[in-house]
């Protein structure tokens, strides 16, 4: 069955950049439909879909977010990364990992990861 899992720092200082990983098994990044994303969820508030990129690599963002984001992907490890730079503690939040459809569904999430941003 497909798991995706995110890993990277738990602590960033305001200022630098975010870095994140998420490794996927049972599944390819590569295949056909499916579109590989970054979600997150400050502390209190609702979901935010930060972007994705999608089997072909091309590479989707939030307006909102585009500037300083950064999306990519290691297919030889099946592997996909985020980069949010400039970050501040307003980037605080549980960051996901997420398998999406063609239409947007998300069937398979990974547990996610609290990043604090603090000096």
């Known amino acids: 069955q497909v798991q995706l899992q995110e890993s990277g720092p738990g602590l960033v200082k305001p200022s630098q950049t975010l870095s994140l990983t998420c490794t996927v098994s049972?599944?390819?990044?590569?295949?056909?439909?499916?579109?590989w994303s970054w979600i997150r969820q400050p502390p209190g508030k609702g979901l935010e879909w930060m972007g994705a990129i999608a089997y072909s690599g091309n590479t989707y963002y939030s307006p909102s977010l585009k500037s300083r984001t950064s999306i990519s992907r290691d297919t030889s490890k099946n592997q996909f990364t985020l980069q949010l730079s400039s970050v501040t503690p307003e980037d605080t939040a549980v960051y996901y990992c997420?398998?999406?459809?063609?239409?947007?569904?998300?069937?398979?999430w990974g547990k996610g990861t609290l990043v604090t941003v603090s000096s």
């Open positions: 049972g599944g390819s990044i590569t295949t056909n439909r499916y579109y």
């Open positions: 997420a398998r999406e459809g063609l239409y947007g569904g998300r069937d398979y």
